[in-house]
C-alpha cells in the first residue's frame, strides 16, 4: 500500500489508486484470504474513503496572479469610464450546447408524474442542436440570446452581437459611439481569434459608425464574466428539469428568465450555417483599424470604424 498512497499534508486526507478487489488479491498472496468488502471496511478504518477530484487550483502555469490581478483592475477602470459617459457595456459569452429533442434535462421541475425521455442521447434522435449565444448589458439587466443551429463560431458570435444591436441596442442607447465588450478569452470570442477581430470591424464597427473596445477576462477566470452568473444560471434555473423538444420551447423559456432583480431576456433564432476553420490573412490584419493597450495588448483593443 506504501507506494500506492498520497495523502493531504495539511488535513491528513490519504487515498489509493488500487481498488479493493486488488488489495485483496495482493493479501491472498501473502496468505491472508479476504475479500474485497473486508478490504473496504479495513480501509475506512484507516481513513480512507472514495473521493473524486476537486477542482481546487486555479494555478496557470501562462498566467502571473500579478496579472490577473491587474487586469481586473483594468476592466473595471474601462466599465467605470464607459457608464460615467452613458455608453453600453455588454458582456457577452457562448452558453452550453443543447439537443433539442425528447432528452433528459438535468435539474427538477414539479409534475404529477415524471416526463417519460430517450434513453440515450444520440445526436442521431435530435431535432438539430441549439447553440444559445448571450449578451447581457449590465447596466440595463437585460439580456439578449441568440440561439444558433450550427456551430460556435466567431462569425457567429458577431452575428449575435449584431442581432442585439439592431433589435435592442440601437434603441436603449441612440446617442452612443462607443461599445464596451467583456468577454473570455477563449471559445468563440477567444483573445487570440483573427476572425473575431475582423467580423467585428467589418459588420459592426464599419457597418453601424460603432467604435468597440473589447476587454478579455484572463484564462481560467470565465466565471467572473457577468453574463454566467446574471443571465445563463437564471436560463438554466428556468428550463431545469424540462425535456427542449423544439427551437419554440427552448426560445419560450430563454424568453421568459426573470430574476427578482429584474432581468428581461429577448431571443431570436439564427438558422445561419457557419464554416470553420475560416482564416484571415495577415495582410487583412494589418488593415484593421485597431488599437492594442499598452497594459495587456493580448487581453485589451479598441476597434475603430
Not at 490519504?14 to 498472496?29: F, G, P, S, V, Y
Not at 452550453?96 to 442521447?121: C, M, T, W
Not at 444558433?148 to 441612440?174: L, Q, R
Request: a positive charge.
Amino acid at each position: 500500500m506504501d507506494r500506492d498512497t498520497a495523502g493531504d499534508p495539511i488535513s491528513g486526507l490519504k487515498w489509493t489508486r488500487k481498488t479493493t478487489q486488488k488489495i485483496a488479491d495482493e493479501l491472498k498472496r501473502f496468505g491472508q484470504n479476504v475479500c474485497a468488502n473486508t478490504v473496504g471496511r479495513l480501509l475506512r478504518k484507516l481513513k480512507f474513503s472514495l473521493k473524486v477530484n476537486h477542482k481546487k487550483n486555479e494555478a496557470n502555469p501562462n498566467l502571473n496572479p500579478a496579472d490577473r490581478n491587474q487586469q481586473f483592475e483594468l476592466i473595471q477602470q474601462y466599465r467605470e469610464s464607459f457608464e460615467a459617459n452613458g455608453f453600453p457595456v455588454i458582456s457577452v459569452d457562448a452558453k452550453k450546447k443543447e439537443l433539442i429533442g425528447n432528452f433528459k434535462n438535468n435539474g427538477n421541475a414539479y409534475s404529477r408524474e415524471p416526463d417519460p425521455v430517450n434513453v440515450y442521447d444520440f445526436l442521431t434522435l435530435a431535432i438539430g442542436k441549439g447553440v444559445p449565444y448571450g449578451v447581457y448589458d449590465t447596466t440595463m439587466n437585460k439580456g439578449f440570446v441568440s440561439v444558433g443551429t450550427n456551430y460556435d463560431t466567431p462569425s457567429f458570435a458577431v452575428d449575435s452581437i449584431e442581432s442585439w444591436w439592431k433589435n435592442i441596442g440601437k434603441f436603449e442607447y441612440p446617442d452612443t459611439s462607443e461599445i464596451l465588450i467583456l468577454a473570455d478569452g477563449g471559445g468563440s470570442n477567444s483573445s487570440r481569434s483573427r476572425v473575431w477581430k475582423y467580423e467585428l470591424q467589418q459588420n459592426i464597427c464599419a457597418k453601424y459608425g460603432l467604435k468597440i473596445t473589447v476587454c478579455h477576462y484572463p484564462p481560467g477566470c470565465s466565471k467572473w464574466n457577468p453574463i454566467e452568473h446574471r443571465l445563463f444560471s437564471a436560463i438554466s434555473r428556468n428550463w431545469a428539469g424540462i425535456p427542449l423538444r423544439t427551437y419554440e420551447l427552448m426560445l419560450n423559456y430563454i424568453k421568459t428568465t426573470t430574476t427578482k432583480k429584474g432581468l428581461k431576456v429577448e431571443a431570436d433564432i439564427n438558422l445561419k450555417q457557419y464554416e470553420r476553420g475560416v482564416k484571415i490573412s495577415d495582410v487583412q490584419m494589418k488593415s484593421l483599424p485597431i488599437l492594442y493597450d499598452s497594459t495587456f495588448p493580448k487581453w485589451n483593443y479598441t476597434i475603430s470604424v
